[in-house]
C-alpha cells in the first residue's frame, strides 16, 4: 500500500491598498521616527555617561576628604584602665646625650663606613697640565682669546634652547585644596576633560557638527549674494522679498505671467 500524502496548507495573498499606500508613502515618515529615536537614545546615553563620569571623580577625591570629629571625653572605664598602669620616677637617673656618625657605627660593627672620595696627586696634576696647556695654545693672543670649542658650546646650547621642552604637569596636591570650593572647581575641570574624550560626547559633537554646517549653508543661500543681480537693489530697498532656489523663482508660471509670456 502507498503512503498517502499529507495535504499541503495553503496560503492566501491579500492585497489591501491601504497598507499599500501607508507602507510608499511613509518612508520620510519612518525615516524620522528613527531619527528621533536614536536621538533620545543618544540624550540618554550622555546622561548617564556623565554621572558615571562624575561618580568617578568624586570617588577619586574621596581620599582627601578630612573629618575633623571633637575628641570624646574620659568615663570612668578610660580612667579604670589608666589607674592599671604603673609608673616609676627615679631621681637618680642620668641621661647623656652622645652624637654619633656612621663611621662610629661602622667602627663598633666591624663595617665599612661612609663612602669618602680622597682627592689623589695625579688628579692634581692632571689639573694643571690642562690649566699650562690652555695659556701655552697658539689660537690664543693676550688680550684677545679665541677659543673655537666655545664656539661649539655655544652652538649646542642653542640647539637645546631650540628643542619644544615637555609640559609641565600640575598633579593636584592637597596643598592646592584650601576650600570646598578649590574641590568643586577641580573636580568639575576633571569631569569636563573626562566627558571631552568620551565616545558619547564625541557622536554628539560629530552630529552637531553636521547639523551646525546644513544650518550654515542654507543662511549662506539665503543671502542677497544668492540672488540674482537684477534683483538685489529690490531687496535692499525694502521691496517684498521673494523666495528664490539657486538663482530661479520658484514658482516658474508666476514667472512667465509677470512678464507676459503666460496663457
Do not use: C
Amino acid at each position: 500500500m502507498t503512503r498517502k500524502k499529507a495535504a499541503k496548507q495553503k496560503t492566501e495573498v491579500v492585497f489591501d491598498d491601504k497598507k499599500r499606500i501607508e507602507f510608499l508613502t511613509g518612508f520620510r515618515k519612518r525615516k524620522n521616527e528613527r531619527r528621533s529615536r536614536a536621538k533620545a537614545d543618544l540624550e540618554k546615553n550622555l546622561k548617564e555617561e556623565r554621572k558615571r563620569i562624575r561618580q568617578e571623580v568624586k570617588d577619586g577625591f574621596k581620599h582627601l576628604k578630612k573629618s575633623y570629629e571633637p575628641l570624646r571625653e574620659l568615663t570612668e572605664d578610660d580612667k579604670k584602665e589608666e589607674g592599671q598602669q604603673e609608673t616609676y620616677e627615679d631621681e637618680e637617673v642620668q641621661v647623656k646625650i652622645v652624637e654619633l656618625t656612621t663611621n662610629d657605627l661602622a667602627a663598633q660593627r666591624n663595617m665599612l663606613g661612609a663612602n669618602t672620595a680622597e682627592d689623589s696627586e695625579a688628579d692634581e696634576e692632571e689639573q694643571a697640565a690642562s690649566e699650562d696647556e690652555d695659556t701655552t695654545r697658539p689660537d690664543r693672543i693676550p688680550g684677545m682669546d679665541f677659543d673655537p670649542s666655545a664656539r661649539k658650546r655655544k652652538k649646542q646650547a642653542e640647539e637645546d634652547a631650540d628643542e619644544p621642552k615637555p609640559k609641565k604637569t600640575n598633579p593636584t596636591t592637597e596643598a592646592d585644596i584650601k576650600s570646598k570650593k578649590d574641590l568643586d572647581r577641580i573636580m568639575k575641570t576633571k569631569t569636563l576633560k573626562k566627558m571631552h574624550k568620551s565616545k558619547v560626547f564625541k557622536q554628539k559633537e560629530r552630529l552637531d557638527k553636521k547639523v551646525n554646517q546644513k544650518k550654515a549653508k542654507r543662511d549662506r543661500n539665503n543671502t542677497i549674494k544668492a540672488v540674482p543681480k537684477h534683483q538685489r537693489k529690490r531687496l535692499k530697498f525694502g521691496k517684498e522679498q521673494q523666495k528664490y532656489r539657486k538663482g530661479r523663482m520658484i514658482n516658474k508660471k508666476e514667472l512667465r505671467r509677470k512678464r507676459g509670456g503666460g496663457d
